[in-house]
């Protein structure tokens, strides 16, 4: 057979000869089983969207936000709380191999390996069984973190002194008599530009409230703590004395 007599060359029958226009299915055929994607998909998804937006702002207006008073680096007393979803760590630092001089071990080792052992779950246990009981391992790892999380934060509501934690960062406004001795000394001495005009703190902490005798307070003044300078108040030992008398009467 002689080339080009009686031969046909017949490429892959996998390719079309002709090249037909990419046209999309229709989907008319299924009656109720779809939709076109614009208008009717995305107005659909707006209303949803714009429902929770809107409830979203309305419970923003009712529910106030739980805010406390500033905070004060003073106050030794002040027990901090995280949020819910850290409770579990917060619980697992008050545990003795977990805090004090073994707070590395409570807040860096044991929950990198907790995560990462959850994070290598797929690699130590790679069988294709879909059932729990056919996956030990992995089915282990999340029982025992599961169980772990929900016990530390168990612990951690139940031991908490919610009563106290309230009144603790409660916002207190203090009436202040602006006509009194010692509070033109506190203005006149500078002690606003770090106390706040109405004493409840600023850069400095609150002077509201705190259980000092006239006696103590003199004495921070002249000399000072903490991070606050000795030699700042720079009047007569009269004003010294209103100024001292005149805080220490200052309750929430």
């Not at 060359?9 to 614009?38: C, H, L, M, Q």
């Not at 850290?86 to 008050?94: I, P």
């Not at 089915?139 to 919610?162: D, K, P, R, Y």
Request: include cysteine; hydrophobic fraction near 40%; charge should be negative.
């Amino acid at each position: 057979m002689h080339r080009g007599k009686g031969m046909k060359f017949v490429g892959d029958s996998r390719i079309p000869a002709e090249r037909k226009p990419n046209i999309p299915k229709d989907y008319s055929e299924y009656p109720g089983k779809t939709e076109a994607f614009w208008p009717n998909f995305l107005l659909k998804e707006w209303m949803v969207g714009s429902v929770f937006l809107i409830g979203y702002l309305i419970l923003t207006v009712v529910h106030e936000s739980p805010l406390e008073r500033k905070a004060d680096p003073t106050d030794a007393s002040y027990i901090p709380l995280p949020d819910w979803y850290f409770l579990f760590l917060y619980q697992l630092l008050k545990y003795k191999y977990a805090a004090g001089d073994y707070t590395l071990i409570g807040t860096v080792i044991m929950p990198g390996l907790a995560f990462g052992a959850l994070l290598l779950a797929p690699w130590l246990d790679r069988g294709p069984e879909r059932r729990p009981n056919k996956r030990p391992v992995a089915v282990g790892m999340m029982l025992l973190a599961l169980i772990s999380i929900v016990f530390l934060t168990w612990e951690s509501v139940v031991n908490h002194n919610w009563e106290k934690a309230e009144q603790q960062g409660k916002i207190v406004e203090v009436e202040i008599d602006e006509s009194a001795p010692g509070y033109k000394v506190y203005q006149e001495q500078g002690c606003i530009g770090c106390h706040g005009n109405n004493l409840s703190g600023g850069s400095g902490p609150s002077l509201i409230g705190t259980g000092l005798p006239p006696e103590e307070i003199a004495n921070i003044a002249k000399n000072g703590v903490g991070s606050m300078p000795a030699d700042i108040f720079k009047g007569s030992d009269e004003e010294l004395k209103q100024l001292s008398e005149f805080i220490a009467e200052l309750e929430e």
